[in-house]
């Protein structure tokens, strides 16, 4: 699990196919983030969680099977291409942005970008169905960062950025048109689950004295 408080902006180094993936080398920069990096870790790469086959100082690399490159943007990975990266939270650790788990629900679109003194006004169409899981100034990840939703409107969400969060992830390089990884909120699609299954759009608990009971609590 991941907070999607971005500690380093990489760059790839290599991608290499792999049968029906490839395996990308990526560098990092901050030895205080990732110099203690080993093999099975999780590592999230622009919001996908990806595992660490191999690492040697300064350097991973991860394997990204075909699934992962139908649901996100690594597919289009190059030599140099900029990402965003994060390292699985531990239990101590502060959570300075959201729950993120690194499964990237979608890929949506930059449509408008719109300058606002320092900071940037970003609105990312997205494809239909996914309108129950977002709401205004609720959380969402875009390429692995946490950002808060400003505006919505269907199949449309509009996010306000910072100076600190352009000047410090790969946020800035967006412009009309590229495209980027999207997860949504995990407790906004439970709710949106629950609600889903439950005839009456009501979410009813089934827990009650004689389900307790059953379960062997007295």
């Known amino acids: 699990m991941f907070t999607g408080i971005v500690k380093d902006v990489g760059a790839v180094a290599v991608t290499t196919p792999k049968g029906g993936g490839i395996r990308l080398r990526i560098n990092y920069t901050s030895a205080d983030a990732f110099g203690d990096l080993a093999v099975d870790e999780s590592v999230s790469v622009n919001g996908a969680c990806q ?42 650790d502060r959570l300075g942005g959201h729950f993120v788990l690194g499964h990237v629900d979608c890929v949506g679109r930059v449509s408008k970008i719109i300058e606002v003194g320092e900071s940037r ?20 990840a875009i390429d692995g960062v946490s950002l808060t939703v400003a505006e919505v409107a269907p199949s449309l969400l509009t996010v306000a950025l910072i100076p600190y969060t352009l000047g410090n992830t790969t946020i800035a390089g967006l412009r009309e048109g590229s495209e980027v990884n999207l997860e949504f909120d995990i407790l906004g699609k439970y709710i949106a689950r629950q609600r889903h299954l439950s005839p009456s759009g009501q979410t009813e608990s ?11 609590f007295s």
């Open 51 to 92: 595992t660490v086959v191999a690492c040697g100082k300064g350097w991973f690399e991860v394997d990204t099977i075909a699934e992962t490159l139908k649901k996100t943007t690594l597919g289009a990975f190059r030599t140099a291409a900029k990402v965003n990266l994060e390292r699985a939270v531990r239990p101590m």
């Open 121 to 140: 006004m970003v609105s990312i169409a997205y494809p239909p169905g996914f309108d129950a899981w977002i709401v205004p100034v609720g959380s969402i």
């Open 206 to 216: 089934r827990i009650s004295e004689t389900w307790l009971s059953e379960q062997g």
